[in-house]
């Protein structure tokens, strides 16, 4: 259904910070080893999840990452804002003036069940926080 795996990297990079909380700051390598992607993957993504105050960077020779606030007030719907598009469902391009009843009408009868879909994607994602998958790793 998602669109990326931005959004389940992003849960794992700040898990790697949730579970570092208190020990300073974490380096994109470190994230990125865990995550096996890139550096520069993870410094793009991040700064994603700086610009949501979900992260805080600091520079330098011992710098990196930190959670911004405590993983408790992190929800995974925080986390998925921050990263993914809105949308959920992309429609393709339809012409409400087109002849067939198909292409004229489709992306208004789908869209209410689609918003409601979101929605309840939303919700269900501010049940979780990012304390919540922290603490069940072991």
Do not use: W
């Amino acid at each position: 259904m998602l669109s990326s795996s931005r959004f389940i990297v992003a849960i794992h990079a700040l898990s790697v910070l949730a579970r570092n909380s208190g020990k300073g700051p974490v380096c994109s390598n470190m994230i990125a080893q865990s995550v096996h992607t890139n550096p520069v993957v993870i410094r793009r993504l991040m700064s994603e999840l700086e610009k949501a105050a979900l992260v805080a960077s600091t520079s330098g020779r011992s710098g990196g990452f930190s959670l911004a606030r405590p993983a408790p007030q992190i929800t995974l719907a925080d986390v998925y804002r921050a990263v993914e598009d809105e949308a959920v469902f992309r429609m393709h391009k339809l012409d409400p003036e087109a002849a067939c009843p198909v292409a004229a009408q489709l992306s208004k009868v789908l869209s209410p069940p689609l918003r409601a879909a979101e929605s309840a994607m939303t919700m269900s994602l501010q049940l979780t926080t990012l304390d919540d998958v922290s603490q069940a790793i072991h």
